[in-house]
């Protein structure tokens, strides 16, 4: 059966209308250099579909409904669909919309190679009420300057890429690149040679929302835009089996910061949030901390005068809150080596973290207000602050301070439950080489002899000598004394002088108590951070 296309693919504002039953499947054939109408047969070669192009924009609309426009598939078995499509002769922004009835793949648009929005013209996707855009690779965006967006509204809509990745391509500054799951969509990436990934690059953002949304991957989620998973979404890896098995050992399935830009204003993120909202993985995470080559604003590596090129640590947050849910089999890696590298993980308002390990090196920061982690912790020579100025954390698992150098920050805003900060350990606490204590006093609060702060609190073994402990103040008067104790458990902070009677500008006085087996109880002068 063969029709004739009517209106151009890229005429302005035009709807694609044939006068086929609405049931039939149509594969649209056009020459990209040739001219537009095209012929439309059944199961022929499709070199290209451009949904806007040659310096005009264009509009498709397929619908499953007999009072759309007359078919419900299109169907690209060539070299690709392209929506705000690059010619040589110009492009030109494309809108496609495909719209089911309701169930699953009741309209479709297709490509057997690949299928892009904005690549050389502003490009929007909708898909809705079970539509399905589906093709080996899925592209959102390029180097050029042009927005490039792809919705997925509702139960039964589907995006995937069914041999390769989900990506966004390219850092155009200015422009606005997102793919959005919501109200029980789904994006899929699946099928690739060596598995299949979702790439979110610098600027971009990927959304996933709504009870019953989704989207899923094989192997690694790259992140060095904005990743979302709000009320009750999730994303989730399903690992092909033996796949991961033989990638290198430092393989990480979720790196939040893989790369530098200059200009890159944004630190990329990944937001958990809300009731039932989640992300579920089986391999090693990483928040920051990788050392590589910085981009500059062309796209181009930035040099290095002695040779080769500049490299630095990235940067990376993890943001969990409001009740959503983080989980790995594996470990979290919360900065790490790269010189300046930083990261952050913030559980906070009833969420969970689950991990076999978290470690928090130098750079990097866990902090958060009544969040759980469900791992051992491991400070190394990163920075542990529970609470939120301040708060509570609790951590089901050990907790070992690797270094000196790592720190355990506590806030003090007055006497009362949720004015100080407490951090409680359901396993063992492990510090071989000691930790800095830094102690911050909040708006002008200074207590007052006798009032006692229970900051730390230890279900199971604790291995900590006090002699190797190193302690800070800020927000305090020149002088204070303290008792600070070890019983049944607890750490405790006790004001055993609120004079200034101590004489030592700029400290103040120490004192160890309770500490059965760790030596006799000791005075130590203690240095006072910079004020805030």
Known sequence: MTNKLKTALFAAASILAVSAPASAEVIIIGDPSGVFPADIETNSEAPLILIGAFDTPGEVEVNADATGNGFTNIHATGSGFQVGSSTTSGGGAGVLRVIGDGSAGSASALSDTSFAAGIGGDGLVEISNGGLVSAKVIQVGSTSAHDADIIVDGAGSTLEATGGDIGFSGEGVGTSRSITVRNGGTASAYGGEFGSNIQVNIGDTFTVTGDGSSADFEVALSVDGAVNVLDGGRIDQFEVPGLIDGFPADFATLQIGSLNYLNNADIPMVHVSGANSEISLTRRVKIGGSDSVIIDENGMLVEDPAGGFVTAGTSGVLLVENNGIFRTTSEILVSGEGDGASGVLTVRSGANVFADSITVSTGGLLDGNNGFIIADVNIAGGVLAPGDSPGAMLIDGDLTFQSAASVLQIEIAGTGPGDFDVITVLGD????????????????????????????????????????????????????????????????????????????????????????????????????????
């Open 429 to 532: 606490l492990f510090a071989p080489e000691g930790f800095t204590l830094e102690l911050s006093f909040l708006d002008g609060f200074a207590p007052e002899v006798g009032e006692t702060f229970e900051f730390l609190n230890i279900s199971g073994e604790n291995t900590l000598d006090f002699a190797m402990l190193q302690v800070m103040t800020s927000g305090l008067p020149d002088s204070f004394a303290f008792d600070l104790g070890f019983a049944n458990g607890v750490f405790s902070l006790q004001t055993i002088s609120a004079s200034s009677e101590v004489p030592v500008p700029g400290a103040f006085l120490l004192m160890f108590s309770g500490l059965a087996g760790l030596g006799a109880a000791k005075k130590l002068r203690v240095g006072r951070m910079a004020r805030q």
